[in-house]
Structures are given as C-alpha cells and as structure tokens.
C-alpha cells in the first residue's frame, strides 16, 4: 500500500511520517531539503531559479515513485512518501506562475514534463492532507529554524494554502484523509497521535476489505 502525506510547508509531514513509520513498520521516503542544491538560491531569488527548483523537485519525486513500484511489485511492505509529485504541480509549479514568478513558456514546459512523468505513476491509495493555518505553519518554520525558510512570506504561505484547499476539494484521485492540525502536537502529545492512528486504522481496514 501506498500512503502520502501532503500539506503546507511547516504543516508537520516529515514529524508525522517518521511517526507513522515507526508505528506501522512502513518504509519512509523523505524530502531531501538538506542535499537540494536549488532551494536556499530559491528562496534569495525565486524568480531566477523557480525553473530548476521545479524540475528538481519533478524528478526526485519521479525517483520515488518508482521506488513505489519496485516495492509495490517485489515486497510486502507499505510505504508513506512525505509530499507528493501532484503538489509539486498544482501548487507550487502553479502558485510560482500565478504570481508571476515562472514565466507561461517556462511553466508550460514543466507541465508538459510533469504530464509525461505522470502517465507513468500512480496515485497514492491513502493521501493525508494536514491541514494547517498560517499561525500554526509560522510557529513550526520558525522552531525548526532553517535560515533561508526565513525569506518566506505570509503571502506565498496563505496563496499555497488557497492552491491546497482547491486541490483537496477537487481531489479524485484516491482515498483522502484531511486532518485538521492546528490544535494537534503529536510530537508531544501521545494523545493525539493516537487519535490519528485510530483514522488511518479506519481507512487501512476499509482498504483491506475492498482489496481481499
Ligand atoms: N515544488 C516545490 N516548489 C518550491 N518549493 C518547494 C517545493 N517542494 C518543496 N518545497 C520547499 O522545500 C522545503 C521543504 O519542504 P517542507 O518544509 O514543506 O517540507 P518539510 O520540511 O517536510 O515540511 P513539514 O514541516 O511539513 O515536515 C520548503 O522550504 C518548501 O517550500
């Protein structure tokens, strides 16, 4: 089985995911924020290095979704991807080109890349969509303290926010879980990672009885 968690940035995927795999002995595969080699230019010049930021973050997601397929095909084990590829085109690719940012020739080339990769791939069977406000998104981007993440504003937050309760809504995809988070710390509460894990109990038993 295939499960993704997808939300804003600072919504809390990567805490969850390591938590989740843990607790259900799932394979975890991560953003690499540290290795990205476009991400902190990004944030000091969007409008320079929005094109390979995107076309970076395309194939590396590409890369894990095979992963997905290999394990998909020669293991038993469920995987839990923190983000998807779908995001990285409906929200981040589109946000960039909405507010000016990546050029109508740049942004049809990407799609055009993205259409091709995602004929070959599919969609996770659960998605779980964090739901986080902008205080809550703030306060965690602030904690974790990465010095280009500072540039941020509440603009791009709120307008990537707007481009996820659209995506959410229209999503048809597959199974979709939203979890509202903003009154949630599962880091430290035990409570409340258990009330999570009741829900996704929930879905992987309905998962179960439609797959046996
Ligand atoms: N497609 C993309 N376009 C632009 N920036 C992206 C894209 N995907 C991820 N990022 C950036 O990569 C960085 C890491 O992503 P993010 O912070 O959302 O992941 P995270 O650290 O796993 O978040 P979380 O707090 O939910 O665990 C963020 O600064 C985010 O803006």
């Known amino acids: 089985m295939h499960i993704a968690i997808t939300g804003n940035i600072g919504a809390g995927k990567t805490t969850l995911a390591s938590l989740l795999a843990r607790h259900y002995n799932w394979e975890v595969l991560y953003e690499a924020v540290d290795d990205n080699p476009y991400l902190a230019d ?4 969007m409008r320079r290095w929005a094109f390979n930021l995107q076309i970076y973050f395309l194939n590396s997601r590409f890369a894990q979704m095979r992963r997905v397929l290999t394990v ?24 960039l080109h909405q507010i000016g940012t990546l050029s109508d020739r740049d942004y049809q080339t990407y799609r055009n ?19 986080a406000d902008l205080p809550k998104l703030r306060r965690q981007i602030r904690k974790r303290g990465r ?12 307008s ?16 979709l879980l939203i979890i509202d988070v903003n009154q949630l710390d599962y880091h ?3 409570d409340d990672f258990t009330m999570i894990t009741q829900l996704i109990d929930e879905r992987l038993i309905k998962f179960a009885s439609r797959n046996t």
């Open 42 to 45: 990004f944030y000091n010049d």
């Open 72 to 95: 998909a095909k020669e293991d038993h084990r469920s995987i839990i991807q923190d983000r998807t590829i779908y995001e990285d085109a409906s929200i981040f690719a589109r946000n």
């Open 113 to 131: 890349v993205f259409e091709n990769m995602i004929s070959l791939v599919h969609p996770p069977d659960l998605m779980i969509y964090l739901r």
């Open 147 to 158: 010095s280009f993440e500072k540039a941020i504003s509440d603009d791009y937050l709120e």
């Open 160 to 175: 990537l926010n707007k481009l996820y309760e659209e995506f959410v809504r229209t999503y048809r995809s597959g199974e």
């Open 188 to 190: 430290e509460r035990p």
